[in-house]
């Protein structure tokens, strides 16, 4: 089983500060001339890149919200980086910069309050072999800053 690596950073900011980049990026996306980007096996768009985010958020942070109430988290069943939808495709402007402020914004302040105030003992606990502790887990996820350098690349 492979682990994510982690470091003595302050979880409680791991994902400002990923979610900062990533709409730090999104921003130069304005005017974008509707050409995805292919990038490690997958087209990419601005709202691709920022749905992709958006959902690697969500699905991380019921996870560890799962885990913390004692109950088995769900399986997700996205599709993921490897479908483009017809959404994904449309006109980036300043309102989407906008709304995925909000959203992302708000999704990290969520990770920020629950984070907040656990115990070491809580963030490293590891249930079993195959299971990420906590902190590993957000450390995974402070690295989706790879959507938008995907994007970013064209």
Do not use: Q
């Not at 921003?27 to 997958?42: E, I, Q, S």
């Not at 699905?59 to 069943?77: Q, T, V, Y």
């Not at 996205?78 to 479908?83: E, L, N």
């Not at 006109?91 to 995925?100: I, K, P, V």
């Amino acid at each position: 089983m492979e682990y994510p690596e982690v470091t003595e950073a302050d979880v409680t900011t791991l994902i400002d500060a990923a979610v900062a980049e990533v709409l730090s990026i999104a921003a130069g996306w304005l005017g974008w001339d509707g050409r995805p980007v292919v990038f490690d096996g997958n087209a990419w768009t601005p709202h691709k890149s920022l749905r992709r985010v958006a959902d690697h958020l969500i699905d991380h942070l019921a996870e560890i919200e799962c885990r913390l109430a004692g109950i088995e988290p769900l399986a997700d069943h996205w599709h993921g980086r490897a479908v483009t939808t017809h959404a994904d495709v449309a006109r980036f402007t300043e309102s989407d910069l906008d709304e995925a402020t909000s959203r992302l914004t708000r999704l990290a302040v969520a990770y920020r309050a629950r984070l907040r105030g656990l115990a070491p003992d809580v963030l490293d606990l590891r249930p079993d072999a195959a299971t990420w502790t906590v902190r590993e887990v957000v450390h995974h996820v402070s690295e989706v800053t790879y959507y938008a350098r995907a994007m970013a690349t064209g």
